[in-house]
């Protein structure tokens, strides 16, 4: 078993292995040391790998209490934010109690977010189901939910008490949603080179164990830097100030993964044009990212993004900071403004 550990303002580990589902309730138990335990999930990944985690927590001597909820960005909202505490509060869940988030981002983030405020707070067990889920959002602490003016408005920073992410559930993902993580991934390979880049060389050989404790261990790096999102974790934003502006331009049609690909490739000629990286960069980043099955141009003018990109929320004033790549392995944040992105891409 891979462990990594995250010495933030909680320490909690991160454990991935092939089959970790069925040992998820041994581990647990000494851990927590409760016995009442809520397990979320959503209808699509609770017909896969519920009964595995149920079971192996029933055996392990917790009483579990499951609630199901919609697949889809749809469950990241208020109503089911309600659902989820409501929920807590019929299985009376007490402070010493915890739940499991067995799904992938959207159930991570919101389960996590209940747990932040649910009696001021409870222990939450990230079970990521997705690639996604694996290399980014079990890890670090941030959790959300979607309000109508936008994504990831609510929230708040709640660690996990333990990550356990079982690397075979992510061979029933549709191919789509595999190759979006993968987007991730190849952020990570960006933006600390090695051994991220050779692990990804071959993707038809790739192992994927080994590819996301390479991934988890630089967001564990990050996130003890920067644990609450003021400094060195702008980093790995690459790809995303332009990816949220196309993924807004297509109204979502355009996945986030399929969007921070396009994102990269446009920070990489924007790093050529301002003279900090040669083509070569450029080329092997889109080589990359088209071996992954995502795409590398985007539908939309560079005029149209700059308007979505004014409104991100991680924007600071006037300025944008844009996170541009020099080579594998090393980027740099690039502080600009409208006037001068225009100018650049005319
Ligand atoms: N907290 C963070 O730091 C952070 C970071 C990045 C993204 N996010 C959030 O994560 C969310 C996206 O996460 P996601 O991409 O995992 O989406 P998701 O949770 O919606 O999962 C994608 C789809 O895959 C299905 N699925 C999950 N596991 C499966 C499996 N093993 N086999 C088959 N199907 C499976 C789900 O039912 C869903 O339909 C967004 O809401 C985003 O804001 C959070
Ligand atoms: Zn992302």
Redesign the pocket.
Known sequence: MATVQVHASKNYQIHIENGLLDRIGSLSAELLQCRNVALVT????DV??ADRVEKSLLAAGFAVHKLVLP???E??CLARFGEVLEFFAECRLTRTDAAFAL???????LT?FACAVYLRGIRYVQI??????AV?????????I?LQAG??LA?AFHQPAAVFCDPE??????CE?FS??CA?VIKYAVLDGEPLVSLLADRANADWCNIIYECVKIKKRMVEEDEFDTGVRMFLNLGHTVGHAIEKNSYFAIT??KAVAIGMVIAARLSEKLGLCDASLTESLTELLHAYGLPTESPYAMEDLIAGMLSDKKRKGNTLHLILPQKMGKCTIYETDVEVLHRLFE
């Open positions: 959503d209808e699509t990944v896969l790998y697949a889809g960005e469950t990241k799904g992938g981002g959207v159930i991570g983030d996590g990521p189901t997705t690639l996604l889920a980014d959002s079990s890890v670090g602490g941030k959790t959300a979607d994504k990831n929230g559930t992510l061979q029933t993902l549709p949603t979006d993580g991730e986030h993964g």
